[in-house]
């Protein structure tokens, strides 16, 4: 199935799409504007969730790293789900943009996600686990049977936000399999770091 097959409204629990969730096409990769607009929402929503664990300055993503994800058929964007018109037939349509997941496919088997981001007047409204509801299917219909995720967090004290995620993926069925080495994955990233973390790597077996 390609990407843009899954460009559903994923469901709320009462059966209404509360985002509509997919794969831009590649072209989409050479809309600046919309780059900008994805890049600036990844930042803004980083900074607030990473603060502290990065030295001043430190920004998420960039428009080329956005821009490479698209064309690699990588990054699902996440935009409000809207009713057409009542004479319309349209089914759902798509409002703003409020976030997004990266996918990747890492073996057959198995997917990872990250730079999962949404923007935070729409946090805390149940849209994180339709997202991740979007990804486990995405990545079932790809074959795999395992999805992967990575959190970064702090050692010398607690930082909420991040404690948060842990539990919360502990509750989605998410497992540790293996304290990773940060520095091995992202060499580059390891001079920005403000203070001494831990690189918790989970895997949820999909079936
Ligand atoms: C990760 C993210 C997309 C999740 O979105 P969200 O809107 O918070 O998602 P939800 O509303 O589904 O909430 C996620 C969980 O946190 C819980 N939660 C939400 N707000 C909370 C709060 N203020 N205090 C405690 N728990 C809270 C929810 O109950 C939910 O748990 P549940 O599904 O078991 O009920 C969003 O928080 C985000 O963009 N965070 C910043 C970026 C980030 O940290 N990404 C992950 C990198 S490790």
Redesign the pocket.
Known sequence: MSPSALANGTEAASGTPRLVIEFPPVTAADNLSEISAITELVNR??I???AGIWNEGFVRTSDAEVADFIRKGQLALAYLASSPPASEDQGIQKGQLV?C?CVKRASDSMCTL???????T???????????KFVEEYCLSLGGTTLG????MPTSYDHP??T??H??YL??GFQQVRLGDFGDDYPALVPLLSGPVVYRVFEKKLK
């Open positions: 929503v980083f607030d969730a990473e976030g997941v990250g730079m999962l981001s949404l923007d935070k729409h946090q805390g409204l149940g849209l994180g686990r339709e997202i991740f995720l990575d959190i970064l936000l991040k948060r995620m539990a919360w509750r989605l």
